[in-house]
């Protein structure tokens, strides 16, 4: 900035050196007063957000047992290849992405854009009841939902007591019902907060364009997805950016599902709940501690989100 | 004005402040002879070893009122987060100077970060207590810990409901898994009861088998043992037998499991002795429950003795008090028998401190257990209990297995793919 405005000076007043220079001097001291005062802030920065960052990246070329740590370059990237527990965990997490992201957009957009239709009554009820979950601890709406999927849990009782079900359903036992629970549990929590974005990004499309397409004879149904969609595509590529960084750092849901297990090491039934940020907690506390190995893993999911946002940006965005 | 006035107020509290933690990091570097000076000490469970601690603490500072102890109560999770990260770190300040660890962990520690615990070798009569302990504390044959807790198995179960089956105590007494899949049967049919309370995803019975048979998923020099176990292989089986049986009433999790046989939803619960407390918690029970030894495999090394948990208290290298600390442990665990009948009473804690199991206490006969001589009985297994070596990575073993039961399970893998794939993966985990 300083720079900048240097120049704009000297181009207005090319030939009076002598005040130049003087400027100059007293440009000096307003830079170096500059520099002082965010020096501090910058500091901090440095030592809390980039030194972090580096050293990290240099722990995962290393391997450690603990304190007796060894650099062993590349191996860390090579040997994610071959195991298997790090397969399951991207694979649990890529499941967990692929199934919960689409459904939970989806349901946040439709109720955004009924929950927009002004001839809704109590329409400040609804937004505040659907958007309440978001503000709840995750740790303990975790909690309460393992409690209400428990074997002879709320769920299960209910649905046996209106005959849905013979059998209670087995929700936090088998791989696939475990996995069932935790989508079902991330959406009731994040679609409220994701309809928020909608609903703001509503505000900005005109009444006019509902008017003309009515007056033209479209559906509801129509202008879903002729108007609101693809007015709403920037907040739409946002929210699906956000929810993809989300899951990929997915960790105190599926941890809080499984946790209790009475002496467990494994993450849900078979690992079904283990994702990428619960494998590296474990190479960090539960088994012998890798930080190196932990670090590469972290890098990983850097590298996934990077890649994917720029996909995301790519295949969406507008082409500005 | 007012400008000033503030500004010399936030001057004045930060000097204030500076020099306060000046004073406070002075106090407690001066005091460092024995006898004297604050021990602060991380455990976990408010209703167990923190008031056992608690109990010591009183006993000790009787005699040595210059000592203040601080017993710090966190969850077990916690516990050991902060101290890996503190270790790892490097830093001394923060550290506690006694700490609790489960002797599953005890080796992974000790060899993890070496020199950062004291070396005891010499301090503690080790003869004192059980054997097995005494090995899992051991690196390159220097002892390093305080054995506390024992995780002395049991088959744990309801007199009312084996009754109602046609079953006496006579028929639990060291049975095989076979005979107890058999027992259970019958007590589903003629109860509508299961068996046993039981996580399917939860290793703890399968270590309860493999110990039982002096096996664990590493032989004694500390290679993998588990595709060609053959008592690892016995366990998995006995394991979806078990399943496939329905005699299981299956939990998820700690509270579901103690909830299964506090509601009387199942006739049986087989763990360590620790769960005693959890059983007791429900007071109309009272006069139903009784113990008898662990089923064994049929397997000819196994027995009806085993363990599982147990717990062990180890001094920080870098305490600042650390003779202190030593002292307190010396004093209190390893000689003080009133100590030991007390935390028996007060919280049902089993210590593996030999001399105290001729107490009083331990003799007594227990009302909630029909007047069963729990204890007795317990530390009368407990000496049988075949001495195994733990390793360094039992929970990426555990893991591993309890990952790859669930295809095993519902049919997908045979028992043999099932070990073999959680060998390959204990392998890759190990290799670093």
Same mark, same amino acid.
């Given at each position: 900035?300083?720079?900048?405005?240097?120049?704009?000076?000297?181009?207005?007043?090319?030939?009076?050196?002598?005040?130049?220079?003087?400027?100059?001097?007293?440009?000096?001291?307003?830079?170096?007063?500059?520099?002082?005062?965010?020096?501090?802030?910058?500091?901090?920065?440095?030592?809390?957000?980039?030194?972090?960052?580096?050293?990290?990246?240099?722990?995962?070329?290393? #391997?450690?047992?603990?304190?007796?740590?060894?650099?062993?370059?590349?191996?860390?990237?090579?040997?994610?290849?071959?195991?298997?527990?790090?397969?399951?965990?991207?694979?649990?997490?890529?499941?967990?992405?692929?199934?919960?992201?689409?459904?939970?957009?989806?349901?946040?957009?439709?109720?955004? #854009?009924?929950?927009?239709?002004?001839?809704?009554?109590?329409?400040?009820?609804?937004?505040?009841?659907?958007?309440?979950?978001?503000?709840?601890?995750?740790?303990?709406?975790?909690?309460?939902?393992?409690?209400?999927?428990?074997?002879?849990?709320?769920?299960?009782?209910?649905?046996?007591?209106?005959?849905?079900?013979?059998?209670?359903?087995?929700?936090?036992?088998?791989?696939?019902?475990?996995?069932?629970?935790?989508?079902?549990?991330?959406?009731?929590?994040?679609?409220?907060?994701?309809?928020?974005?909608?609903?703001?990004?509503?505000?900005?499309?005109?009444?006019?364009?509902?008017?003309?397409?009515?007056?033209?004879?479209?559906?509801?149904?129509?202008?879903?997805?002729?108007?609101?969609?693809?007015?709403?595509?920037?907040?739409?590529?946002?929210?699906?950016?956000?929810?993809?960084?989300?899951?990929?750092?997915?960790?105190?849901?599926?941890?809080?599902?499984?946790?209790?297990?009475?002496?467990?090491?494994?993450?849900?039934?078979?690992?079904?709940?283990?994702?990428?940020?619960?494998?590296?907690?474990?190479?960090?506390?539960?088994?012998?501690?890798?930080?190196?190995?932990?670090?590469?893993? #972290?890098?990983?999911?850097?590298?996934?989100?990077?890649?994917?946002?720029?996909?995301?940006?790519?295949?969406?965005?507008?082409?500005? | 004005?007012?400008?000033?006035?503030?500004?010399?107020?936030?001057?004045?509290?930060?000097?204030?402040?500076?020099?306060?933690?000046?004073?406070?990091?002075?106090?407690?570097?001066?005091?460092?002879?024995?006898?004297?000076?604050?021990?602060?000490?991380?455990?976990?469970?408010?209703?167990?070893?923190?008031?056992?601690?608690?109990?010591?603490?009183?006993?000790?500072?009787?005699?040595?009122?210059?000592?203040?102890?601080?017993?710090?109560?966190?969850?077990?999770?916690?516990?050991?987060?902060?101290?890996?990260?503190?270790?790892?770190?490097?830093?001394?300040?923060?550290?506690?100077?006694?700490?609790?660890?489960?002797?599953?962990?005890?080796?992974?520690?000790?060899?993890?970060?070496?020199?950062?615990?004291?070396?005891?070798?010499?301090?503690?009569?080790?003869?004192?207590?059980?054997?097995?302990?005494?090995?899992?504390?051991?690196?390159?044959?220097?002892?390093?810990?305080?054995?506390?807790?024992?995780?002395?198995?049991?088959?744990?179960?309801?007199?009312?409901?084996?009754?109602?089956?046609?079953?006496?105590?006579?028929?639990?007494?060291?049975?095989?898994?076979?005979?107890?899949?058999?027992?259970?049967?019958?007590?589903?049919?003629?109860?509508?009861?299961?068996?046993?309370?039981?996580?399917?995803?939860?290793?703890?019975?399968?270590?309860?088998?493999?110990?039982?048979?002096?096996?664990?998923?590493?032989?004694?020099?500390?290679?993998?043992?588990?595709?060609?176990?053959?008592?690892?292989?016995?366990?998995?089986?006995?394991?979806?037998?078990?399943?496939?049986?329905?005699?299981?009433?299956?939990?998820?999790?700690?509270?579901?499991?103690?909830?299964?046989?506090?509601?009387?939803?199942?006739?049986?619960?087989?763990?360590?002795?620790?769960?005693?407390?959890?059983?007791?918690?429900?007071?109309?029970?009272?006069?139903?429950?009784?113990?008898?030894?662990?089923?064994?495999?049929?397997?000819?090394?196994?027995?009806?003795?085993?363990?599982?948990?147990?717990?062990?208290?180890?001094?920080?290298?870098?305490?600042?008090?650390?003779?202190?600390?030593?002292?307190?442990?010396?004093?209190?665990?390893?000689?003080?028998?009133?100590?030991?009948?007390?935390?028996?009473?007060?919280?049902?804690?089993?210590?593996?401190?030999?001399?105290?199991?001729?107490?009083?206490?331990?003799?007594?006969?227990?009302?909630?257990?029909?007047?069963?001589?729990?204890?007795?009985?317990?530390?009368?297994?407990?000496?049988?209990?075949?001495?195994?070596?733990?390793?360094?990575?039992?929970?990426?073993?555990?893991?591993?297995?309890?990952?790859?039961?669930?295809?095993?399970?519902?049919?997908?893998?045979?028992?043999?793919?099932?070990?073999?794939?959680?060998?390959?993966?204990?392998?890759?985990?190990?290799?670093?």
């Amino acid at each position: 900035m300083a720079h900048s405005k240097n120049n704009v000076v000297t181009k207005n007043q090319p030939n009076i050196k002598f005040k130049n220079t003087k400027y100059n001097s007293f440009e000096k001291i307003q830079n170096r007063n500059g520099w002082l005062f965010i020096s501090f802030a910058l500091t901090l920065l440095l030592i809390f957000i980039f030194y972090p960052i580096l050293y990290s990246f240099y722990l995962s070329f290393t #391997s450690s047992k603990g304190l007796i740590s060894k650099f062993v370059g590349v191996n860390n990237y090579i040997k994610i290849f071959s195991d298997p527990m790090f397969i399951t965990a991207l694979k649990n997490t890529v499941i967990f992405l692929l199934c919960q992201v689409p459904i939970m957009l989806l349901l946040a957009l439709i109720i955004a #854009s009924i929950l927009n239709d002004k001839t809704v009554k109590f329409r400040g009820v609804f937004r505040t009841g659907i958007f309440l979950p978001a503000v709840t601890s995750l740790v303990a709406y975790t909690v309460l939902f393992k409690m209400m999927f428990s074997m002879d849990g709320f769920i299960n009782s209910t649905l046996m007591t209106i005959h849905v079900i013979k059998e209670p359903i087995p929700w936090l036992m088998k791989p696939f019902w475990a996995r069932v629970t935790l989508i079902i549990a991330m959406t009731w929590r994040w679609t409220g907060y994701n309809m928020v974005f909608y609903l703001a990004g509503l505000q900005n499309v005109p009444d006019e364009l509902y008017e003309a397409a009515e007056i033209d004879g479209a559906s509801k149904i129509q202008q879903f997805f002729k108007i609101t969609i693809p007015m709403l595509k920037p907040i739409i590529v946002f929210t699906t950016i956000m929810s993809t960084i989300g899951t990929l750092q997915l960790f105190d849901e599926p941890m809080n599902l499984a946790a209790g297990g009475t002496t467990a090491a494994t993450i849900g039934p078979g690992n079904s709940l283990l994702t990428l940020s619960g494998y590296i907690y474990n190479l960090c506390f539960k088994f012998m501690p890798n930080f190196g190995y932990a670090a590469t893993i #972290s890098y990983v999911i850097v590298f996934i989100v990077g890649l994917l946002t720029v996909i995301q940006f790519k295949v969406a965005g507008d082409n500005n | 004005m007012r400008k000033k006035a503030l500004s010399l107020l936030l001057a004045s509290s930060l000097i204030f402040s500076l020099t306060l933690t000046a004073c406070g990091s002075k106090t407690t570097e001066t005091s460092s002879e024995k006898g004297s000076g604050k021990l602060t000490i991380w455990a976990w469970d408010p209703n167990f070893n923190i008031k056992v601690m608690e109990e010591a603490k009183a006993i000790y500072t009787k005699d040595n009122s210059k000592v203040n102890i601080e017993v710090v109560n966190m969850a077990k999770a916690d516990v050991e987060q902060k101290l890996q990260t503190m270790l790892q770190s490097g830093v001394k300040e923060g550290l506690p100077d006694i700490v609790l660890i489960e002797d599953y962990n005890a080796q992974k520690y000790l060899t993890a970060y070496p020199g950062k615990f004291a070396n005891l070798s010499d301090k503690i009569k080790y003869d004192d207590f059980a054997k097995y302990k005494e090995s899992l504390m051991t690196v390159d044959g220097k002892r390093y810990g305080v054995p506390f807790d024992s995780g002395v198995a049991g088959l744990f179960y309801r007199t009312d409901i084996l009754e109602q089956a046609g079953y006496k105590a006579a028929d639990l007494n060291n049975i095989t898994w076979d005979k107890f899949i058999e027992i259970g049967k019958q007590v589903k049919a003629k109860t509508g009861k299961a068996m046993l309370a039981f996580d399917p995803a939860d290793g703890g019975v399968m270590r309860i088998m493999m110990q039982s048979a002096g096996q664990w998923y590493f032989d004694e020099k500390g290679n993998i043992n588990i595709s060609k176990n053959e008592v690892l292989k016995e366990a998995a089986k006995t394991y979806k037998a078990m399943i496939d049986a329905g005699i299981t009433k299956p939990t998820s999790g700690w509270n579901e499991w103690v909830a299964a046989f506090n509601k009387g939803d199942s006739a049986t619960v087989c763990t360590g002795i620790w769960i005693m407390g959890s059983i007791k918690a429900e007071a109309s029970q009272s006069g139903k429950w009784a113990v008898a030894p662990v089923p064994k495999l049929n397997a000819s090394s196994s027995v009806n003795y085993s363990n599982l948990g147990g717990s062990s208290w180890y001094v920080l290298n870098d305490s600042k008090n650390k003779d202190t600390a030593i002292d307190f442990l010396k004093k209190i665990y390893d000689g003080n028998n009133d100590f030991y009948q007390k935390i028996l009473v007060g919280q049902g804690a089993f210590g593996t401190y030999i001399p105290a199991q001729t107490g009083s206490s331990y003799s007594a006969a227990d009302k909630f257990f029909g007047d069963q001589k729990v204890f007795t009985d317990m530390s009368g297994w407990m000496k049988q209990i075949p001495s195994v070596n733990y390793g360094k990575y039992t929970y990426e073993a555990d893991g591993a297995i309890m990952a790859a039961m669930a295809d095993y399970y519902s049919g997908k893998a045979t028992v043999d793919q099932t070990l073999s794939k959680a060998e390959d993966q204990v392998k890759n985990q190990i290799s670093k």
